[in-house]
């Protein structure tokens, strides 16, 4: 049983990493949400030290996951999803995967007026693969300036400065898979046309 809990406890450390590397956040603004130091946070990453009871609380709230979540706890039997929004910029992303690492499943929701907003394009590790449910998505990915309509599917390779957000002043809903893995799926739109030609 001790040895359960210690492999349990070792394992929470890359998981921590890997909720905060994907969405993206730092250690300053995990620590200003949860209230534990950055060193205790780096630590805690790294499997220096082994997270108590009253640090995994704050850190499953911030990341948006519940305690089993954190600690992998093992199947209840349940496999229902229960997906709790997160939040940012206007953006609505509901998870649809329950473990940290591996693929991971979002349903993005992006309001209506979004975009306006002047494209940003990043990259980071891993594959992305988008699928369109509704509305009329705009993807800036390196060079090419694109827009998805439903039922369209684009994967690229994050590496590659990539952007998305409403073609137009409605609403729009996705489906995002994302992984180190890259799970491939091919690409079916085409490049947005040149309106000034």
Do not use: C
Not at 16 to 30: F, I, S
Not at 126 to 149: A, F, I, K, S
Not at 166 to 182: R, T, Y
């Amino acid at each position: 049983m001790d040895d359960d809990i210690d492999q349990t406890l070792d394992a929470v450390g890359p998981r921590l990493r890997a909720l905060r590397k994907q969405r993206e956040t730092t250690l300053t603004e995990l620590s200003a949400a949860t209230g534990i130091s950055t060193s205790t946070l780096s630590r805690l990453e790294s499997g220096d030290r082994r997270p108590t009871l009253e640090q995994l609380f704050p850190l499953a709230k911030a990341h948006g996951v519940t305690l089993d979540e954190l600690v992998d706890a093992p199947p209840t039997g349940d496999p229902r999803i229960h997906p709790r929004p997160i939040t940012r910029g206007g953006m609505t992303m509901l998870p649809l995967t329950r473990r940290a690492g591996g693929i991971q499943a979002y349903k993005i929701v992006l309001p209506a007026g979004h975009h306006r907003q002047e494209p940003d394009p990043r990259t980071h590790e891993g594959y992305e693969w988008l699928y369109v449910l509704n509305g009329r998505l705009r993807l800036v990915l390196g060079e090419h300036d694109m827009e998805l309509t439903p039922g369209e599917a684009a994967e690229f390779d994050t590496h590659v400065p990539h952007w998305f957000g409403p073609a137009d002043a409605e609403p729009v809903e996705f489906l995002s898979l994302f992984g180190k893995q890259g799970e491939r799926a091919h690409l079916r739109a085409a490049p947005r046309k040149n309106t000034s030609e």
